[in-house]
C-alpha cells in the first residue's frame, strides 16, 4: 500500500516530466520493439497472400541458403572491409579534429573551422554522392590529380579496388566535423586546475594533451566506440547503391544492400530477413562483448 502511495505522489508530482516521455516511449514501442514481430518470417516462406501464420514454417532453411550461397563470404568480406576501414580511418578523425581546434589560441578561426567542417553533414546524401561520382569521374579534379602523380586516366568508381577508399574518404569528410561537436563538449568539461600544474611541472602542450587530456576524455572515447561496434555489420545501402556500378559490384555489394536487393527487388521476403536478422544478432553479440571487455580492462562501460 505504501509503494502504490508513494508511485502516486510521484506521478502527480511529475506528471508533466511523465507526459514528455510518452512520445519518446510511443517511438520505440510503435517503429522499434512492435516491428520485432515481423522477425518470424525468416523461419518462414512468407507470402503476403497468406499473411505471416498462413505462411508455411522453413526453419532454418533461409539461414542454410543464406550461408552456403556463393555469395556469402564475398559479401560477408566487403561488408567487414568497408566497416572496419571506416572505424580505423574514420572513427578517430573527429577526435582529432576536436583535440587540434581545442589547441587553437583564436576563438573566431576555431569557430570558422567548426562551422567549416559541420557543413558538410547537412549536404544530401544524394548531392555527396553525386559530388563524389564527378571528382572522381575520368574528367574529375581528384582523378586530374593523382594522374599527375603518375595514375592512369580512368573513372575510380569503375576500378573495384577503390571503392571502399572513396567510400571511407566521402564518409569522413562528411561527418569529421559533426562527429568533434561531442568530444569539444567533452573536452571543455576538463579541469583547467590540471593544465596549470602540467605546466608548472614543466609539461608541453603535446604532454599535457598526452596526460591529461585524452585519459579526461577517454570514458566518452570509450563509450562511442562500443556503440561503433555494435554497427560493425550495419553498412547503410543508400550510399552503396548511390556510388554502386556493376563494374564495381565484386566490392560494392554489402549484406544491406543485399537484403535491399533480394527483399525489395526479388520479393524474397523470407530469406532477406534472415539475412537481416543474421546481422542484428551478429551486431548484438559485438555491443555485449565490446561492453564486457571495455567493463574488464578500464571500468567504463555503458552498463
Not at 574514420?90 to 589547441?103: D, T
Not at 561527418?175 to 590540471?194: K, M, P, R
Not at 525489395?264 to 537481416?276: D, E, N, P, R
Request: proline share 4%; hydrophobic share 50%.
Amino acid at each position: 500500500m505504501y509503494t502504490k502511495k508513494k508511485v502516486a505522489s510521484d506521478l502527480k508530482r511529475n506528471w508533466s516530466l511523465y507526459l514528455m516521455v510518452i512520445p519518446v516511449l510511443a517511438f520505440y514501442i510503435i517503429f522499434c520493439y512492435k516491428p520485432m514481430y515481423g522477425a518470424i518470417i525468416a523461419f518462414k516462406d512468407f507470402s503476403p497472400g497468406r499473411g505471416i501464420w498462413g505462411s508455411p514454417w522453413v526453419g532454418f532453411e533461409h539461414f542454410e541458403t543464406f550461408f552456403k550461397g556463393k555469395d556469402f563470404f564475398r559479401i560477408l568480406g566487403n561488408t567487414l572491409t568497408i566497416s572496419i576501414s571506416s572505424i580505423i580511418f574514420g572513427f578517430p578523425a573527429p577526435i582529432i579534429l576536436a583535440l587540434l581546434i581545442n589547441e587553437v589560441s583564436s576563438r573566431k578561426f576555431a569557430k570558422a573551422v567548426q562551422t567549416i567542417t559541420y557543413l558538410p553533414h547537412f549536404i544530401s546524401l544524394v548531392v555527396v554522392c553525386g559530388m563524389m561520382k564527378e571528382f572522381v569521374s575520368d574528367t574529375g579534379f581528384i582523378t586530374e590529380f593523382l594522374m599527375n602523380l603518375g595514375m592512369p586516366k580512368q573513372n575510380m568508381l569503375n576500378e573495384p579496388n577503390f571503392f571502399t577508399s572513396i567510400y571511407v574518404i566521402s564518409g569522413i569528410w562528411q561527418e569529421v566535423g559533426w562527429g568533434s561537436i561531442i568530444y569539444l563538449a567533452a573536452l571543455a568539461g576538463v579541469d583547467q586546475e590540471l593544465y596549470e600544474a602540467a605546466q608548472i611541472d614543466g609539461a608541453g602542450r603535446l604532454r599535457q594533451t598526452w596526460s591529461i587530456t585524452i585519459p579526461s576524455i577517454m570514458p566518452t572515447i570509450i563509450t562511442l566506440f562500443i556503440l561503433r561496434l555494435g554497427s560493425v555489420m550495419n553498412v547503410g545501402f543508400e550510399k552503396i547503391i548511390l556510388l554502386y556500378n556493376p563494374l564495381s559490384a565484386e566490392k560494392a555489394e554489402v549484406i544491406s544492400s543485399y537484403v535491399y536487393s533480394v527483399g525489395m527487388i526479388k520479393a524474397q521476403y523470407g530469406f532477406s530477413t534472415a539475412v537481416g536478422l543474421f546481422n542484428s544478432v551478429i551486431n548484438c553479440f559485438l555491443v555485449f562483448g565490446a561492453n564486457a571487455i571495455s567493463r574488464k580492462l578500464n571500468d567504463t562501460s555503458l552498463w
